[in-house]
RNA sequence: AGGUCGUUAGCUCAGUUGGUUCAGAGCGCUGCCUUGACAGGGCAGAGGUCACCAGUUCGAGCCUGGUACGACCUACCA
């Protein structure tokens, strides 16, 4: 036996890859003899590159699927990519920057070119780095989301619903990212705390020396104030009624309102309007009346309605403006305030609240059938305790700001005409032809204007379930072979923060495009967080590079790792010892495999080895339909530790120990038969979880065809067990521990064997299990009748062991920890005695219950009566 | 500010319909063990008033109300 004492990851890993993708083992095809099971993988970024949360999430899946393959249903998952419109375009813009070239001057076309070239050069590289990770993807499908094909879908949806009347125009107060020069919705925007500054402002009342003041925090927009609003009921201000003030430094008189949106004990209780910057403001505005005056250009400097500090960017110009007002005597104080400002998520600009025209789509309709379909279970979220989430949300749905002002990405096709009107249509053609019917006129093609703006990159995922199997369907609105039959799919597994995003918005396209479902489950992983309970981000460097942690502890390990602590919907503290303790497990059955393997046969028949192979036979199938439990509910962690359980403490430490022959003898026949078939078995289960090394010794563990592999072999099927031998085999075993506990604690050394003497009524049991006992326990001879001398003694159940010591019995401390063991088993029985002399309980509780408790009784009863004559004994 | 969820061993978490076989698991920790598949190993062991306070019940980790702390979601006040 010459292998080594380690198991080599990285050798296996790409041998057995490139045999499954040599024999095409990923790849799924419609078959009406086969139950089908898909998942449609969450599309990272073409920007991205893998990090810790795409290696849980894509771990599961992997689990997932590689399990159903097993069980014979025709599994197929299907990967791709997102273009990720502003994380890409951003992306892009940045890389340009550093050569020195300019997004604007480059012009439309050139840039799309370069983001082409971007997405060729980068676009493959986390799907590559899945591959290491063992993922079972049917990569001749894989999807990209601005595919020539996947683009007409999208775009024949937004004409379709704009047909319907569900997309439309309007100016509305959206969120306006100044940096990227973009609208964004409100998913996009994530609040900070921020440290800022309150200014108190003074306004002169007209006519009078009189001045009011206001509290601000953002003074560079006073130039946009169209009124001063105070509450109707204040007292304080109420002479002011219907007279003006004036905006310092420009000096223009806009009126006093009254309105009850002020909060009279907030700042000074006056507010300044500015409806152009802030969405409240508006709201007051349009009830008033009121003029907007928007004083900011789309990338944040002000304009020449500011009328001073014109091209000067939003937050230089509050700088200035707070001096200058200074300098005016019209700066009452600063005061230190914090509040909650929106940021983008991609640019990390201070978002901007801005009048603009965009395209919307109606929500409230649409979310019906997905709001129902959660509520109902028809798709059922893990945990379940996102439901909550999810119908709050569904409920308070608001429209969904669609259009985008940027350029990577699935381009509006609305085109405007020279009567100020505007038609959508699938193309420039069709749009001419919509228009000439329409208007009754000729336009020609070059009449014809392109909206400039591309739509939400969630626009295009929504149908991402639908579109990786026929993406011609939103077009025909005829299924092809893979949609019907791979449609809907199986489970979703993804991040609780794009439950909105993206999992919702899928249920709505998949119901009003297909009527049904998108898929059945929803499996919503957490965070991945460093020690300190940080998100891991690449800005904290707190994140280890996951290719890296393959290359050290094997893709197997870090599935593992992954796996152990993250239940669904937990975040999950990453640790590297949990990857350490994967990797350890490897090498746990690899040496298993070694023992196994290494063993010389001969011919005889051991029938010691009987009752273990008959136990862990019973064992297994009690583990399985454990572990089946777990996958049923999705707790994944959990089945992983069943099994991790079932191989190292029941195979390994108990099972193996038990049926080992001594040192380089021989193992009989049938004994080594019945343990590699237990292997195998143990190796599927194992398989989901460790692809590589399940395959690897598999294929080593017996005669293998070209085409044969663990990952189509049948997974194990469940059949009744006798749990009445896995208790007595229990039994037995805490025999073994009794007797192991004494043997450290009197010092006896694990070589010296002894004879024990039982008391029992079950004499057959210990009798089958003799050679346990002899093996574990280091037993020479069994007796089961005769006092012994100078013994120390034990319980268990109802039985009673001797183990004879000669000089090494301490009385005094036998007799002290028989007394404990009296006083507890007293304590107890006083207890359940007490229980069941209780009227109430035993009127109240159901039968079974007091059932149980009479049984613990007797049982204790017995137990006491027997140390209690051990105790005479002594004595 | 409102909502949802959580608080169980040093750490990360199980504990499904209330019933001392329910107080658990993994890791960590302590002691002992090294020619024997594996020291990245074996065996044994210690560790918890189940956040706190009331209540319901014959009986509460589990149910009810409240308090404290934490997480997330939604909204956002100048």
Redesign the pocket.
């Known amino acids: 036996m010459s292998l080594p ?3 080599n990851p990285s050798q296996s890993e790409s041998k057995w890859y490139q045999y499954w993708m040599d024999h095409k083992m990923f790849h799924a095809e419609p078959d009406p003899e086969k139950e089908p099971f898909s998942i449609v993988i969450p599309p990272p970024n073409v920007t991205g590159v893998l990090h810790m949360g795409h290696m849980l999430n894509n771990t599961i899946q992997d689990v997932l699927i590689r399990k159903a393959r097993m069980e014979g249903k025709n599994a197929c998952w299907v990967p791709g990519t997102d273009h990720a419109s502003i994380a890409t375009e951003a992306k892009v813009v940045a890389m340009l920057k550093e050569k020195g070239i300019d997004k604007e001057s480059l012009g439309r076309e050139k840039f799309l070119e370069h983001a082409w070239q971007w997405k060729e050069k980068y676009g493959g590289i986390i799907l590559e780095q899945l591959k290491k990770l063992g993922a079972s993807c049917d990569w001749e499908r894989t999807r990209f989301t601005m595919d020539k094909d996947l683009s007409d879908a999208v775009i024949s949806v937004f004409v379709d619903l704009h047909q319907k009347g569900k997309i439309y125009r309007a100016i509305r107060m959206v969120n306006w990212d100044p940096k990227g020069k973009t609208a964004l919705s ?2 996009e925007v994530i ?1 900070k705390e921020v440290r800022s500054k ?1 200014y108190h402002i003074k306004y002169q009342i007209e006519g009078t020396e009189e001045f009011l003041t ?5 003074p560079e927009t006073i130039m946009a104030d169209v009124a001063i609003c105070i509450h109707p009921d204040d007292e304080r201000y109420t002479h002011l009624k219907g007279k003006k003030a004036r905006i310092p430094l420009i000096n223009k008189p806009i009126p006093i309102i009254e309105d009850d ?7 000074t ?1 006056c ?2 309007i500015t409806p152009a910057h ?3 403001d508006y709201e007051i505005g349009m009830r008033h009346r009121l003029e907007v005056i928007d004083i900011l250009n789309d990338d944040g400097t002000l304009n020449d309605k500011a009328q001073i500090l014109i091209g000067e960017d939003r937050f230089i110009a509050r700088k200035k403006i707070v001096k200058l007002l200074k300098g005016a005597g019209q700066l009452d104080r600063e005061e230190d305030y914090g ?2 400002v ?1 940021h983008s998520e991609r640019t990390d600009a201070v978002i901007e609240p801005r009048l603009s025209l965009q395209w919307f789509l109606k929500m409230e309709d649409l979310a019906q059938p997905a709001l129902k379909a959660v509520m109902d279970d028809t798709i059922q979220l893990f945990p379940p ?1 996102f439901k ?2 999810y119908r ?2 569904m409920e ?1 749905v ?1 429209d969904w700001c669609i259009s985008r002002q940027l350029w990577w990405g699935h381009r509006i096709p609305a085109y405007y005409l020279p009567n100020g009107e505007y038609v959508v249509a699938k193309n420039k053609e069709d749009a001419l032809a919509v228009a000439n019917e329409k208007f009754k006129t000729s336009f020609s093609l070059d009449d014809l204007q392109q909206d400039e703006d591309v739509l939400d990159t969630w626009f295009s995922s929504w149908l991402w379930p639908i579109s990786v199997f026929d993406p011609g369907y939103f077009q025909t609105g005829k299924k092809n072979r893979d949609l019907q039959y791979f449609y809907p799919t199986n489970d979703l597994v993804t991040a ?2 794009i439950l ?1 995003f993206w999992v919702a918005r899928m249920i709505i396209a998949g119901y009003e495009y297909t009527g049904e479902k998108p898929f059945k489950n929803v499996y919503l992983t957490g965070i991945v967080r460093d020690k300190l ?1 940080r998100k891991m981000s690449k800005s904290l460097g707190n994140s280890p590079d996951p290719l890296k942690l393959i290359e050290i502890y094997g893709a197997d390990g870090v599935r593992t790792g992954m796996l ?2 993250s ?1 669904a919907g ?2 999950l ?1 990453f640790d590297e ?1 949990l990857v350490e ?1 994967g ?2 497990f ?3 059955i690899w ?2 495999f ?2 196994i393997d ?1 063993w010389e046969t001969q011919a005889s028949h051991e029938k010691d080895n009987e009752a273990a192979i008959n136990w862990f036979e019973n064992r297994f199938q009690q583990a399985l339909e454990e572990i089946e439990d777990h996958f049923k509910k999705f707790r994944i962690s ?1 089945a992983l ?1 069943a099994i ?2 079932l191989i ?2 029941d195979f ?2 108990w099972y ?2 038990m049926i ?1 022959p ?2 380089q003898q021989p193992i009989d026949q049938g004994t080594k038969n019945k343990t590699v078939d237990f292997f195998e078995n143990l190796l599927k289960l194992l398989h989901p979880f460790m692809p590589f090394i399940s395959e690897e010794l598999w294929q080593q563990l017996g005669e293998r065809k070209d085409g044969d592999a663990i990952m189509l072999a049948a997974w194990p099927q469940l059949k009744p067990y006798d749990e009445k031998i896995i208790m007595e085999t229990q039994q037995v075993f805490e025999v ?2 009794h007797i ?2 004494i043997r ?2 009197k010092g006896i050394s ?2 010296e064997s002894f004879q024990l003497t039982i008391n029992t009524n079950n004499q057959n049991l210990y009798r089958s299990c003799e050679g346990m006992l002899r093996k574990l326990a280091n037993i020479d001879a069994l007796n089961f009748k005769g006092e012994v001398q100078n013994s120390v003694n034990f319980v268990v159940k109802s039985d009673e062991f001797f183990i004879p010591l000669e000089e090494k019995i301490d009385l005094d401390l036998e007799k002290e920890n028989l007394e404990k063991e009296i006083e507890y088993t007293q304590g ?1 029985l006083a ?1 359940v005695t007490k ?1 069941l002399g ?1 009227e ?2 035993v009127n ?3 039968k079974e ?1 007091v059932e ?2 009479k ?2 009784m007797n049982d204790a009863q017995a137990k006491l009566s027997i140390l209690m004559d051990n105790l005479k004994k002594l004595v």
């Open positions: 004492t380690k198991y409100d998913d609040f309150l206001i509290a601000t925090t953002r949106y002020v909060d009279m004990e907030f700042g209780g507010l300044k802030d969405i409240n509040s909650n929106g305790k909550n989430m709050s949300w308070n608001r609780p923060e909105f309970g152990f602590s239940p937990n975040d503290p010892k303790q990797r350890n490897c090498n746990k040496n298993a070694r023992l290494g959990d530790m991790y359980k190292w403490d390994c430490s193996l120990e080992k001594a040192f073994v521990s192991r506990n450290a604690t694990p070589k107890f207890s229980k209780n109430r309980f109240h509780a159901p219950v149980k408790e049984r613990k």
